[in-house]
Structure formats: structure tokens, C-alpha cells
């Protein structure tokens, strides 16, 4: 995995679990939703860049 992406993969995972909790704590559903979404939009890009990887080898 390159590194460049495993660490947009990463910062976007945290950032959106960040958003998430945020959004519960003050109880706003459009942020919790975001958080969310980024996150997930995260996993995606982590789960790429490991399936790009086992092909490589």
C-alpha cells in the first residue's frame, strides 16, 4: 500500500469518526450521518489500496 494513500485512508477514517461522535454528543443527525459516510469513504479507500496490494505480489 503507498503510503500517501494508507495515510489519506487513515486521516479520512479518524476525521470522520471524529464527525460522528461529535454529531451524537450534540445530537445532530446530518453530522452523524457525515461522520459516517466519511468514515466508510475511509474503509473504502483502505480496503483498494489492500486489494491493490495482493495482486501486486
Given at each position: ?5 494508507k ?51
Amino acid at each position: 500500500m503507498s503510503a500517501g494513500e494508507k495515510a489519506k485512508a487513515k486521516a479520512e477514517q479518524a476525521k470522520g469518526a471524529v464527525k460522528h461522535a461529535a454529531g451524537r454528543a450534540v445530537g445532530n443527525e446530518r453530522k452523524t450521518a457525515e461522520g459516517r459516510g466519511e468514515k466508510a469513504k475511509g474503509d473504502l479507500r483502505g480496503a483498494k489500496e489492500k486489494a491493490k496490494d495482493a495482486f501486486r505480489d
